[in-house]
């Protein structure tokens, strides 16, 4: 069982409008992975005025609910790290991979 410390890193971030970016990195303690079909939706996106996060955070995959992806165990993502960024939702995980 993985630790807290163990969860793949959110590497990269290209969604520019979310409060949680900066510079293409994500500064929230941990995102969630949600969606259906075909779009594993990142459910931390949100678009507000005031910047969110902690400056000196790279954001973690806290918890995923794709348990149809290759990279899912027990809810978790196992991937090294993911990348998020426009697909068919403003902020798709973009690492999901259907088994
Ligand atoms: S790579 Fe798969 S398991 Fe990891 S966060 Fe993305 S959709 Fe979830």
């Not at 900066?22 to 949600?34: F, L, P, W």
């Not at 005025?49 to 794709?66: F, M, P």
């Amino acid at each position: 069982m993985a630790t807290l410390a163990e969860l793949p890193q959110v590497s990269e971030c290209t969604v520019a409008g979310c409060s949680y970016n900066d510079h293409s990195h994500c500064h929230a303690g941990a995102v969630t992975i949600s969606g259906e079909g075909s779009e594993a939706r990142c459910a931390t996106f949100i678009p507000l005025n005031v910047k969110g996060g902690l400056d000196t955070v790279l954001a973690s995959v806290g918890a995923c609910q794709r348990a149809d992806c290759v990279h899912n165990e027990h809810l978790t993502c196992t991937a090294t790290a993911v990348r998020v960024g426009a697909g068919a939702d403003l902020a798709d995980c973009l690492t999901y991979q259907p088994r």
